[in-house]
């Protein structure tokens, strides 16, 4: 089996993770905003008990397509077509909660505020949360501001996006602790992409 085939298209970031055995003693874990499964294919090969959401429903046919594939006995409802705050799994069930590209997605401080909160409490206390979005970390001059902290990117895109100060409030007021400095890569002056790695506590 070939590397490609071993881990899919992975977060390189979330990957480094894995490397590291963060999540080796995580039994249970949900991508929320899952996609088509990019970051679910080495846990799917490797007996997690896997789950994802996602509110676009080609997407998660794809994903569910490939949980069948890799992991045959997983119960094909354990993907829901829904939103990250409006979703109905279990409170405290998750050993480690992936939240990739899907932050920066929010409307407003408020929906930013929700989205996180439902996703934080899907977590079991000791639990990873590893999210990657867009920020404004070291592009602070690039970015033109739209309105409810959304910003138009140089790379064409528009996002919501957080600082710094924001992300290290949120971990202190969801009394967190990281487990990873908060690593940001700048992409050319055209947009900033930020990893925040917290542990429940």
Not at 165 to 173: F, P, S
Not at 188 to 201: E, P
Request: proline fraction near 4%; glycine fraction near 4%; aromatic fraction near 10%.
């Amino acid at each position: 089996m070939t590397l490609q085939q071993q881990l899919g298209n992975i977060d390189i970031y979330l990957l480094d993770q894995i490397l590291k055995e963060r999540y080796d003693n995580c039994k249970k874990i949900i991508d929320v905003g899952c996609g088509g499964g990019r970051n679910l294919v080495y846990f799917l090969q490797n007996g997690y008990e896997v789950y994802g959401l996602d509110p676009n429903e080609e997407a998660l046919n794809y994903t569910k397509s490939l949980a069948k594939t890799l992991a045959p006995n997983l119960p094909q409802s354990n993907f829901q077509i829904t939103t990250i705050e409006d979703n109905n799994f279990p409170k405290e069930a998750f050993d480690l909660v992936i939240c990739s590209a899907v932050l920066h997605f929010a409307q407003s401080p408020e929906h930013f505020d929700k989205m996180l909160r439902a996703t934080w409490q899907l977590l079991k206390p000791n639990g990873y949360f590893f999210a990657r979005l867009a920020t404004s970390i070291s592009i602070e001059n690039e970015i033109e501001y739209v309105g409810n902290q959304v910003y138009n990117l140089p790379d064409g895109s528009q996002r919501f996006l957080v600082d710094m100060e924001t992300l290290l409030d949120y971990t202190e007021k969801l009394k967190a602790q990281l487990y990873e400095p908060i690593k940001t890569t700048n992409v050319q002056n055209l947009r900033a992409m930020t990893t925040w790695c917290m542990r429940k506590n």
